[in-house]
C-alpha cells in the first residue's frame, strides 16, 4: 500500500521529510499560453517550464533511482516543461519504469487537459494517485485572452472556440480522473487584469466537478511572453484571492512553482544541487 501522505505537495506536513523529483521528459506543448515561454531556459531560473535538458524514460528512470537511494524522495512526477500529454507515450512509459522498480513511489502529473482523458485508464493501471489539471478559467471568453492557440491533431483552434475546447476536455478529464479514483489538485494560474477576478469562480465550479484541492498561482512575467510586461500579482492580493477561493476548496499554500526538472523537498532551491548526476542521466 503506498503511503500517499507522504505527498509534500499535497500534504504540507510531508514537506518537511520528503522531496518530489520532477522528470523532464515532455518537451512538446499542444496549448500557448500567453504567460508561457518555454524558449527561456536557463539553468538559474526557477520557474515552470524551465528544465536544463529533457531526459528518455529509462533516463528518467535512472536518475530517479540514484538520488532517491541518497535522499528521501516520495514523489516521481511529471510537469513538462510542455504538456505530457501532448505526446502521452514517454510520460507513460516513465511512470510504468518507475512503478516497476519503485512499488512505494507516489506518481503525479501535471496537465493542461486538452489531451488527459484517453490516457486516464492506463495512468489508474499504473498506479498514477494524483493529478494537477491547469485550469485559468471557465468562462470561454476569459479564456480565450489567455490562450494564443489549442492545437488537436493537425487543427488549430483559437479565440472562445480554441478556449471552449480546452474547458470540455478539462471538464471530461476532472470527471473521469475522479471515476477512477485519482486524486485532483486544480492549479490557476493568476493573470493580472485577465482572471484575478475569476478565480474564486473557478474555485467553485471545480469543487462542483469534484477537484479535491486548489492551488492560486501568481503569474510570473516571463521575457517574450504576451504577458510579459504584466506586473506580477503581490502577496495582498493573492491572500484575497485565496480566501475567496477557500470558501470552495481548500488551498494548497506552499506551492514553490518549482522548474520541470525540480528535484528535492520544496524548500530546498539550489537546482545545481543534483546537477552533475542529472547531466549523467541524459548523456
Ligand atoms: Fe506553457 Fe504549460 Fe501553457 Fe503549455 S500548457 S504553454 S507548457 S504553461
Ligand atoms: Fe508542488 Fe507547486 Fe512544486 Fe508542483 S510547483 S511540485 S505543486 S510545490
Not at 52 to 57: A, C, D, R
Amino acid at each position: 500500500m503506498i503511503d500517499e501522505t507522504r505527498h509534500p505537495c499535497f500534504n504540507k506536513n510531508a514537506a518537511k521529510d520528503y522531496g518530489r523529483m520532477h522528470l523532464p521528459v515532455a518537451p512538446a506543448c499542444n496549448v500557448q499560453c500567453n504567460f508561457c515561454n518555454r524558449d527561456y531556459d536557463c539553468v538559474n531560473e526557477s520557474r515552470p517550464g524551465v528544465t536544463s535538458t529533457i531526459l528518455s524514460p529509462g533516463q528518467a528512470e535512472w536518475f530517479f533511482t540514484k538520488v532517491s537511494a541518497e535522499t528521501p524522495i516520495s514523489v516521481a512526477g511529471i510537469a513538462g516543461p510542455g504538456d505530457p500529454f501532448c505526446d502521452p507515450e514517454p510520460t507513460l512509459k516513465t511512470f510504468e519504469l518507475i512503478r516497476a522498480a519503485h512499488p512505494d513511489a507516489i506518481l503525479c502529473v501535471s496537465s493542461n487537459g486538452l489531451n488527459l482523458l484517453s490516457s486516464i485508464p492506463r495512468l489508474a493501471e499504473i498506479g498514477v494517485s494524483h493529478v494537477t489539471i491547469t485550469v485559468n478559467a471557465v468562462d470561454a471568453e476569459i479564456g480565450s485572452k489567455i490562450y494564443s492557440w489549442i492545437r488537436r491533431g493537425k487543427r488549430t483552434f483559437r479565440g472562445v472556440e480554441g478556449a471552449t475546447l480546452l474547458l470540455e476536455n478539462q471538464l471530461a478529464a476532472i470527471a473521469s480522473l475522479k471515476a477512477h479514483g485519482i486524486t485532483v489538485k486544480i492549479n490557476s494560474i493568476v493573470i493580472p487584469g485577465v482572471n484575478d477576478h475569476h478565480i474564486p469562480r473557478i474555485a467553485e465550479e471545480m469543487k462542483k466537478r469534484g477537484a479535491d484541492l486548489f492551488n492560486c498561482i501568481p503569474m510570473i512575467p516571463v521575457e517574450g511572453a504576451v504577458f510579459g510586461n504584466l506586473t506580477e500579482p503581490d502577496h495582498d492580493a493573492m491572500w484575497k484571492i485565496k480566501e475567496e477561493a477557500g470558501k470552495f476548496l481548500p488551498q494548497m499554500k506552499h506551492c514553490q512553482r518549482c522548474r520541470a526538472d525540480a528535484v528535492g523537498k520544496l524548500t530546498e532551491k539550489d537546482p545545481s544541487l543534483w546537477r552533475e548526476l542529472f547531466l549523467d542521466a541524459a548523456s
